[in-house]
């Protein structure tokens, strides 16, 4: 006999829990080009604190600069790269002057010094314990490989810092339907009692630019 889990279509599953109003709002934010502002290899180099802020974190190669370039309509905005670990700086852009986006060091593995890798892992952690303006971390996982190590422990310095996170599962067009459904369930069921996880999981293709406009407007809902 099937599980319940089963039988729950990918219709169901991939459907948008946002409204049209919401869509359109994700729409308009970003009808304009974001714009890059500036590289932050300190502290003392963060802009000041006067819009809100969402960030993009993930393992080293989940698509973080893909997805941004996605989601802005913009294929040179942030720099993809075949090269692990390439992003070493939080990269910061401007989307109509409602919100910032900051696109973190990738984690979990790069082509790098011990000691470059424990400076931008040290200002990461630094800033996401201590940026106030920050309204959440948008958390790529690759849902051909489900959560990992290392991202499981990133997951716990959010919960004990009390920095807010959803998970973002990218390279939905990698898999087929049925293993969609079961990546999905499996991270709704594993954040389940993370005490700073969002409860919504989105789901993402850069590439097909599938669940581009939910991802648009859960960030327009944290904008001014």
Known sequence: MAEPNDRISQDSVASSAFTKAQIEDGRILFARPVTFMLSVVGMQHLPPATLPEVCFAGRSNVGKSSLINALTNQNGLAK???????????????????IRLVDLPGYG???ASK????????????????????????????????????????????????????????????IKAPEQVKVFLRTQEKIAKRPAAFPRVLQTSSVKKNGLDDLRAEIASLAV
Do not use: C
């Not at 996982?141 to 499981?152: M, N, Q, V, Y």
């Open 80 to 98: 993809a790269s075949n090269t692990p670990g390439r992003t070493r700086e939080l990269n910061y852009f401007n989307a109509s002057d409602r």
């Open 109 to 111: 593995y790069a082509r």
């Open 115 to 174: 000691t470059d890798i424990e400076k931008w892992t040290k200002l990461t952690r630094q800033f996401l314990a201590g940026r106030a303006p920050l309204r959440r971390v948008f958390l790529l996982i690759d849902s051909r490989h489900g959560l990992k190590e290392s991202d499981r422990e990133i997951m716990s310095v959010f919960d004990e810092t009390a920095v807010p996170y959803q998970i973002v599962l990218t390279k939905m067009d990698k």
